[in-house]
């Protein structure tokens, strides 16, 4: 089959045929119909944190159609279009009985394999989407309930003014979810002004541009000091801009993925009471309902979508999204 490999730091990734996977025991192979690019692939790949070693095919963000089964799977079969939660546990223990396989307790890992026409994962990781949703839409699912858990885990109220920072898919999608659940103010910040129509098209109220003034016009936007500011970005100093940005007693949201060591001014953190609280991953409850919102119609999450390129062309967009560009989501379809 083709895949995107990864061969080394700083080098592209190459497309290649390769091995075609097989179902094992409690796994589906699945004809990969969509697979998105994140921005976590893009940390992965320049940064050695993450501990590949070169041959390995990434993308996490997949759906695609069930083509065979192992012995041991029950619940789905071929024909069935899934999409599949990257975040594998062994199974058995409380955390992954209760949909928490992100906090197994002895065998959790993010797989990948998604960059290829193939892929075999195990049947606990998929969901099967409802017929009303395609394959193509369901490759949304994993980035949506990543946002929903930073949603969730900020506790946000109906009647909230928020602000994002960061315009990226990860916050342009807590913007739609803080719509869903009834924010009255949604404020998205970011340095460029590319994804201001995508963002409103989400659900914002608002679009900032970072700047000299920025709190000033960030209040007057959200009509008030924003009671939650998620920083959806990953950049060193930025933690601490967005405790300069949050109102008193309010609380910075930390979905942004930074690597480095970072730095904040604790005294203006403690003076102003802000509660700094971190997000990863998801539930696979939340998986699920960031399945069920791709039939949402009004501010339809699909609007993150920007583009879809063949695998061919892959590495270049993969390469491209690099730097700041019109794009947002981008998705990959392996068979054009």
């Given amino acids: 089959m083709k895949a ?5 730091m700083g080098q592209p990734l190459r497309v290649a045929d390769v091995e075609m996977p097989t179902a094992g025991r409690d796994q589906v192979l ?3 119909c969509r697979c998105g690019i994140c921005g976590s692939d893009l940390h992965m790949t320049e940064d050695p944190t993450f501990g590949l070693q070169g041959g390995e095919v990434i993308g996490h963000e997949f759906s695609g159609e069930v083509i065979d089964v192992g012995s041991g799977v029950h619940h789905l079969k071929v024909g069935d279009h899934v999409t599949a939660a990257p975040l594998r546990g062994c199974g058995t223990c409380d955390p992954c009985q209760n949909g928490e396989p992100a906090w197994c307790q002895t065998d959790f890992s993010l797989i990948g394999g998604g960059y290829a026409q193939f892929a075999a994962i195990d049947e606990r990781q998929c969901r099967k989407l409802p017929w ?16 929903l858990h930073g949603v969730m885990r900020a506790g946000m109220k109906p009647g909230a003014r928020v602000l994002i920072v960061g315009a990226g898919a990860i916050g342009l999608a807590v913007a739609y ?6 924010a009255a103010r949604i404020v998205v910040a970011d340095l460029h002004d590319f994804q201001r129509a995508r963002a409103m098209d989400l659900g914002a109220t608002g679009f900032v541009l970072s700047g000299p003034d920025m709190a000033a ?4 936007a959200c009509g008030g000091p924003p009671e939650i500011v998620f920083e959806c970005v990953g950049k060193q100093g930025l933690i601490d801009h967005c405790v300069d ?17 970072d730095h904040m001014d604790s005294f203006r953190a403690i003076s102003k009471e802000v ?17 069920e919102a791709l039939d949402s119609g009004h501010y339809a999450p699909q609007h993150l979508i920007s583009d ?17 560009t019109t794009q947002c989501k981008v998705l990959v379809d392996p068979f054009s």
């Fill in 4 to 8: 995107a490999v990864f061969d080394a």
């Fill in 30 to 32: 699945l004809r990969v």
């Fill in 132 to 147: 009303a949703i395609s394959a193509a839409d369901g490759a949304l699912a994993e980035p949506l309930a990543v946002a």
């Fill in 177 to 182: 979810w803080a719509r869903r659940l009834g």
């Fill in 217 to 220: 016009r960030v209040n007057d």
């Fill in 245 to 261: 940005l949050v109102g008193p007693r309010g609380q910075v949201l930390v979905l942004g993925l930074c690597t480095g060591t």
């Fill in 275 to 291: 509660q700094i609280n971190m997000s990863v991953f998801f539930s696979m409850a939340e998986f699920e309902m960031a399945i």
């Fill in 308 to 324: 879809t390129v063949g695998l061919s062309v892959m590495p270049q967009a993969f390469e491209a999204l690099r730097k700041r």
